[in-house]
Structure formats: C-alpha cells, structure tokens
C-alpha cells in the first residue's frame, strides 16, 4: 500500500460528504418508480470519481469507507414505502455546498438526518433546525425525525415538536 502525503489526510472527510450529498440529491430528484437499489448503486459508480483514491490514506481505507457508505445508503432508502414517495432534500442552512452540513431528507411522515457520528449535540441541533427548515421548504413539519448515523450505522427515532 502506497501511503499519501499527510497534507491530503484530512480532506477525505470532506470529498466524503461532497459525494454523498451528489449521490442522495440525484436519488432524491429520481422518479420514484425508477428507484431501486440498483438505481442507487450506479448513481454511487456515477459520482465516484467525486471521491478520489488519492485523498485516502491507503487504498484499503478507500474501499472500506467505500464500502461502508455505499452499504448505509442501500440501509437507509431501501425500503418500499420510501421508493413510493418522492423525498426532498434539504442541508442546514440552505442548498449550499458547506460540507459541514447535516443531509436533511423529508418524506411524508418523517425527516431523515444523515449525521457522521452518535453525538447527543448534533441530535439536538437536528430536533431544534427541523421544524424550522421543513416549515420553511414545505410548509409543514413531519412528526418523525430519524438520526442514521453513518460511522456506527446506527439510527435513533424522535419525535419533533409540533
């Protein structure tokens, strides 16, 4: 295994976020009867190239986040009931590129959040901007807001204040 310059360390978090922020938006914008998990593993091969081998430290480490993520992202909009409906994205704070955003993916009854890790602050942040960004994308606020946590793959269900 080849090891990188350590200026390039740090960016693959970045390069990460980007790619899954283009890989959700495209599924998100998707008719709903085209989408399946195949449908969302080849708009993971479209958008690779977003996530350049060279920003990981060894190839190893590319192909387990890889792999990681892409098995999260079948989890999280696997289901059938999500394939009926079209969601909508939305980041915190607007559409913009911050890729220090949270992911924001509203459906009839819920918003799912796309979170990097299992911290109690960023659930927090997440039931307290929900409301808010739903109401102001939507004008309506799902009762439902899901953490899926990418790192642990876990999830954690709350309810949002009315």
């Known amino acids: 295994m080849m090891p990188i310059h350590h200026e390039t360390s740090d960016v693959w978090p970045y390069a990460l976020r980007r790619f899954l922020r283009r ?6 914008e998707t008719a709903p009867s085209l989408r399946s998990p195949l449908c969302l593993l080849r708009l993971i091969d479209m958008h690779r190239s977003l996530l350049p081998l060279s920003m990981f430290p060894t190839p190893l480490h590319y192909g387990l986040v890889l792999a990681k993520v892409t098995d999260h ?16 994205l939305l980041s915190d704070g607007g559409c913009g590129e911050e890729a220090d955003r949270e992911l924001y993916i509203v459906y009839r009854d819920r918003v799912r959040v796309l979170l990097w890790c299992e911290e109690e602050e960023a ?7 929900a409301p808010s960004l739903c109401r102001k994308a939507i004008g309506r606020c799902p009762n439902e807001l899901e953490c899926c946590f ?3 793959g876990g999830r954690c269900i709350e309810w949002i204040p009315a």
């Not at 890989?23 to 998100?28: D, F, G, L, N, T």
């Not at 992202?73 to 059938?80: A, R, T």
Request: positive net charge; contains cysteine; aromatic residues 12%.
């Open 150 to 152: 990418l790192w642990t």
């Open 123 to 129: 659930i927090r942040r997440c039931k307290e901007t």
């Open 23 to 28: 890989v959700i938006q495209a599924y998100c």
């Open 73 to 88: 992202l079948l989890q999280f909009f696997g289901s059938m009931e999500e394939a009926a409906c079209k969601p909508l």
